[in-house]
């Protein structure tokens, strides 16, 4: 069979595949890869200049090929355009987003040496699958350099609607140089909705009927494959973990009191602090539950070099003092903050005990820890999903309960509910959830992403 070659703007090394990841690509595909893989893209090194001579590494029978970025490349194309510029436009926030001409020339020129520094691996028959906003003009480069291969390409954040999009300067462009993809993956229907729509108003092209554009004379086709996680595996890990002593430790400081769970990366995207003022207006508004909830919420610090990131930081540190300084008693705080990455196998520990996993993000393109939460849980005695409707997770997970993140009344309302929700209601939620998680694995995902490629008109 054809070899894989994964290309990814970050790659986990082999401490980082078994260490916490804080990072919805990495813990995706990782739970999915074949033996034989090959895995290219940055290492997450600086240096004085970008290499191109890949370093090798072999794990778990999977080849990492890496290259370095210069500091100057890691500031215009990582941090500049695709984190200050592609990143909340995608998310549809266009009022965050910045551009700047310089920084999107390095954007293009870095994707140009992740071309030509793969170029060399490559084998005639490998099927190439290009992941995510960092990499939106890989392919059209590949191409530029003569690569034939079945090139294949999958968007983690999602697409955004037309009117938004067009606000890039550099939009057509951008649009064009992912139609030399034999194969666009999107997480939900709504993003591929929008990328055709997108496709139609920049283009001209109307391919609704079939999902099939075809432009300068070379076909895309355009698919729908949700990421999911390996979830017996999951279940497995959190019955696992929820007997170690650190999780043993966390169920007695509660003392009795229900456990409410975030777990996410420190980005804007997320909506933690209209999370952390739902809260505060749970405890305003059901004063009967003061003193019998506690609310911890584990938040990876992320791209720490930006300037938004770091207010975000300092707007939550503000709002956990407001709450606590609020509500606290001598023997109760209500909310436990902690800005750190823990290991996969406590957080599952943690979903396991703890009764609602509140996921309440203002845009995602899918959102692997609401799917975490439901594997998580004990089918007997389940906990209940507080979902935001703007998750590409909530297309699947209509038994959560769904919310507006911004709609600060209706998430302390949610909250209210899942606790006064009776076994009989959680279980069959549950149920339901699960069942489709199974089929929505992170297995799955890899499959039908790759038999596309594989069967792509090419
Ligand atoms: P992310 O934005 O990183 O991923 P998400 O899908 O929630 O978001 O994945 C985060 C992963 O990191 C989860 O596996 C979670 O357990 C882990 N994690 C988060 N905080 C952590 C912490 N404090 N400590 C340890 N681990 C932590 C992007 C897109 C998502 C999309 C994924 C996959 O933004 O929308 O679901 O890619 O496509």
Redesign the pocket.
């Known amino acids: 069979m054809a070899r894989l070659v994964i290309v990814s703007n970050r790659v986990p090394d082999a401490s980082e595949a078994t260490g916490?990841?804080?990072?919805?690509?990495?813990?995706?595909l990782a739970d999915a890869l074949t033996p034989g893989t090959l895995w290219f893209g940055w290492s997450g090194r600086r240096g004085r200049q970008t290499t191109t001579e890949p370093a090798y590494a072999e794990f778990r029978r999977l080849t990492y090929a890496t290259i370095d970025l210069g500091e100057a490349d890691y500031r215009a194309f990582y941090l500049g355009f695709s984190n200050g510029t592609l990143w909340p436009l995608f998310h549809m926030m266009p009022n965050l987003t910045s551009f700047d001409r310089a920084e999107y020339a390095v954007y293009r020129e870095v994707n140009h040496i992740f071309a030509t520094a793969l170029l060399p691996l490559l084998r005639p028959d490998d099927l190439i699958w290009i992941h995510?906003y960092q990499l939106l003009g890989v392919a059209a480069a590949l191409r530029a350099l003569g690569v034939h291969n079945r090139i294949g390409f999958?968007l983690?954040?999602?697409f955004p609607a037309p009117a938004i999009y067009e606000v890039l300067p550099p939009a057509r462009e951008l649009l064009s140089g992912m139609l030399a993809n034999d194969v666009i993956g999107f997480?939900t229907e709504r993003d591929r909705w929008h990328f055709l729509n997108t496709v139609n108003v920049i283009l001209g092209i109307d391919a609704t009927a079939d999902n099939v554009i075809t432009h300068a004379g070379h076909s895309t086709q355009v698919i729908v494959t949700p990421?999911g996680?390996d979830v017996d595996g999951f279940t497995a890990q959190a019955v696992r973990a929820a007997r170690r002593v650190a999780t043993k430790r966390m169920v007695e400081s509660l003392s009795g009191r229900t456990l409410m769970i975030g777990?996410?990366?420190?980005?804007y995207?997320?909506g933690l602090p209209a999370r952390f003022d739902a809260y505060q207006r749970f405890l305003a508004n059901y004063p009967e539950h003061r003193h019998h909830i506690s609310f911890l919420q584990?938040?990876?610090p992320?791209r720490e070099e930006v300037d938004r990131y770091r207010a975000l930081r300092k707007d939550l540190d503000n709002k956990t003092g407001a709450i606590n300084g609020a509500y606290s008693d001598f023997d109760w705080v209500p909310l436990r903050y902690?800005?750190?990455?823990?290991?996969?196998s406590?957080?599952a520990g943690f979903y396991r005990t703890a009764r609602i996993g509140l996921?309440t993000?203002l845009r995602?393109?899918?959102?692997?820890?609401?799917?975490?939460y439901v594997a998580a849980q004990n089918p007997a005695d389940p906990g209940v999903l507080v979902l935001s409707r703007f998750?590409?997770?909530a297309a699947g997970m209509a038994e959560a309960l769904q919310v507006n993140p911004l709609d600060i009344d209706a998430v302390a309302e949610a909250i209210g509910a899942a606790l006064a929700m009776p076994l009989e209601e959680r279980q069959m939620r549950h149920a339901a959830l699960l069942e489709r998680l199974r089929h929505e694995s992170a297995k799955a995902y890899c499959d039908a992403f790759t038999a596309s490629l594989r069967g792509a008109n090419h």
């Open positions: 916490p990841r804080a990072g919805g690509l990495a813990v995706g995510d999958f983690h954040i999602p997480h990421i996680i777990i996410d990366r420190l980005d995207t997320k584990i938040a990876a992320s902690m800005t750190r990455t823990v290991s996969r406590l957080i996921v993000p995602d393109g899918m959102n692997l820890v609401a799917k975490e998750t590409g997770a």
